[in-house]
């Protein structure tokens, strides 16, 4: 069974960056296309980016130019550059499958706030 583990949120004042990283355990990650999502309480979870197998990308509207998605397939870890932070970024993020196919993991916090 694949297991996603993602790290790097915290607390970021607006304008500011966070990178968050996702690790997957064996191989998927260059197998399918990868995704970043995000979710807010009593909201689903929404697509922000993700990356095909041979790399082309795609952004949701309100993140494109500001967050840039990447993988490094032989380190079996998928990022997520976020900069020029907004408040209404702040979320727990996850990573998955597009579409995710799965078992989601535990998130990470990222909180935009002054």
């Known amino acids: 069974q694949v297991q996603l583990v993602e790290s790097g949120g915290g607390l970021v004042q607006p304008g500011g960056s966070l990178r968050l990283s996702c690790e997957a355990s064996g191989s998927v990650l260059s197998a399918v296309t990868m995704a970043w999502y995000r979710q807010v309480p009593g909201k689903g979870r929404d697509l922000v980016a993700s990356i095909t197998r041979d790399g082309r990308e795609d952004y949701a509207e309100h993140v494109r130019g500001r967050f840039t998605i990447s993988r490094d397939n032989a380190k079996k870890t998928l990022l997520l550059r976020m900069n020029n932070l907004k408040p209404e970024d702040t979320a727990v993020y996850y990573c998955?499958?597009?579409?995710?196919?799965?078992?989601w993991g535990q998130g990470t916090q990222v909180t935009v706030s002054s």
């Open positions: 998955n499958a597009n579409p995710p196919i799965f078992s």
